[in-house]
């Protein structure tokens, strides 16, 4: 008896963790920032593996961690206890130390520099996953030393194996923990057996109203982000598109403090790769709300190649821009942006001829960074090898006045459309009595009939490697 019990208690000290083992698998992992709707805030997630405490400390010097908040944790049917703590009170344009975990166990400190209200510097992707690819794009966004990240849907392609989020939180958290980054879901984030939980319970994001955790909006130095979902639901009487139009019209009435409106989704309106193409039905059911509301940009995902659009209606191209198309003043009409390109294989299945809309594509690895202040928003694609493959720049030479709320149905309300164009040719002609004879960046509004014959030839906007 006496052996048997010896036996039993060998065995449960054997199975049984150690102390320093349990303090291991209590160290805080994938360590990462997402802002929240308030932007003196920074939201930070990690996870365990055993459940531990739920602190914050921060301050503005290593030695200085003079500030501490406690969060909470959540689970998901999966076997890692995920926290989150938010800092408050944060200064714009300063640098934090940072630190996670509580009395069992710390996590070493990190720093981020919070954003300035005029001016940030911003990278946008899609398309992730744990490739090597994907892991020198998180090097590129280092190296970048960007003031935030977003990622437009299929993050780390787990498709159901859960383990694989895990090795992705690891794999981006040199970037992550350091700046914030902020998703929009893609197809990928649905996992059978799984649905959306992972991402539901992985990341935070901010509170503002949605009612979802799929879409939501945040502000960023000058501009509002307004992330949405193509998974779900978006025809007319959605929660989803009356959520949107509200949320773009508050955004429209806040340009005097937010100037630029940035639109994140996955499926793209507008894309020439027949992999996938432009998702028409999200087209035909948001378009409009995007062109009433002035949204400047909308970056999109899906089809893993590079594609720029004109400022573009119903595919009827609005500018042709000066500079072979790369600089708009002013532009009636959003730029579209798909960037699947962060570490999946890309796909050069571009649809011939090339559409009117379609200023650029190219199916490469790389990443759209924006250099945004209160009168420019200016991009380069910075292909993995360090060069730009394309670029354009979008000017704001009079401030944009807010327009009344518009209707939820028609791109552009009909007896408006001249007193548009008459605006836009009055402010052409006050930046012309204003400013140099030098035509860079002159606003000039292109009517479908006349883009025919003035749409810079393929060949000026198309490198031959990527056509």
């Known amino acids: 008896m006496f052996g048997v019990l010896l036996v039993l208690l060998l065995t449960t000290c054997l199975l049984a963790p150690s102390a320093s083992a349990q303090l291991g698998l209590r160290n805080p992992q994938q360590v990462h920032l997402s802002l929240t709707a308030d932007s003196s805030e920074m939201a930070v997630t990690w996870v365990t593996e055993l459940s531990a405490e739920n602190e914050v400390e921060w301050g503005l010097s290593e030695d200085a961690l003079d500030q501490s908040a406690t969060g909470g944790s959540r689970m998901y049917e999966w076997t890692v206890t995920i926290h989150s703590a938010t800092m408050t009170n944060l200064s714009p344009n300063e640098e934090y130390f940072f630190r996670v975990g509580g009395a069992s166990v710390w996590s070493g400190i990190s720093s981020f520099r919070t954003a300035a209200n005029d001016s940030v510097h911003i990278a946008a992707i899609a398309d992730h996953s744990t490739s090597s690819a994907a892991e020198a794009t998180v090097q590129q966004l280092i190296d970048a030393n960007v003031t935030l990240v977003t990622l437009s849907g299929d993050l780390s392609y787990a498709n159901g194996y859960q383990p694989t989020w895990d090795d992705w939180g690891e794999m981006i958290e040199p970037s992550a923990r350091r700046t914030p980054w902020m998703f929009a879901p893609g197809n990928h984030e649905e996992e059978a057996l799984w649905g959306f939980a992972a991402y539901e319970a992985r990341f935070s994001r901010p509170d503002g ?57 996955h499926k793209p309106m507008y894309s020439s790769n027949s992999y996938h193409g432009s998702e028409v ?13 002035s949204v400047d940009l909308a970056i999109w995902g899906h089809d893993h190649s590079y594609e720029r659009t004109y400022p573009v209606i119903a595919e009827e191209v609005f500018d042709i821009g000066d500079q072979n198309g790369t600089v708009f003043a002013s532009p009636t009409a959003p730029v579209h942006l798909v960037v699947g390109t962060a570490g999946q294989t890309p796909y050069d299945d571009f649809d011939e001829p090339q559409p009117e809309w379609s200023a650029h594509r190219e199916a ?55 007193l548009l164009l008459l605006a836009t040719a009055l402010a052409a002609v006050y930046s012309h009595s204003n400013q140099s004879s030098s035509s860079a960046g002159r606003y000039h509004h292109c009517p479908s009939s006349s883009c025919h014959h003035s749409t810079p030839s393929s060949s000026t906007l198309i490198e031959s490697s990527s056509s």
């Open 209 to 265: 109203g949605s009612g979802s955790p799929f879409w939501y909006s945040f502000h960023h130095g000058p501009v509002t982000f307004i992330s949405i979902s193509s998974e779900h639901e978006y025809t007319e009487g959605s929660p989803q598109l009356e959520w949107l139009d509200e949320e773009l019209a508050r955004a429209n009435a806040s340009r005097e403090a937010h100037p630029w409106v940035i639109v994140l989704g």
């Open 281 to 293: 039905a999200l087209r035909d059911a948001v378009e409009h709300l995007l062109v009433n509301h």
């Open 364 to 418: 490469s690895f790389g990443i759209a960074l924006l250099d945004v202040d209160r009168y420019s928003l200016k991009m380069q694609f910075q292909l993995a090898d360090g060069s730009i493959g394309d670029e354009f720049t979008l000017n704001r030479e009079i401030p944009l006045i807010p327009t009344k709320p518009a209707p939820k149905k028609g791109l552009l309300p009909a007896a408006g459309l001249p």
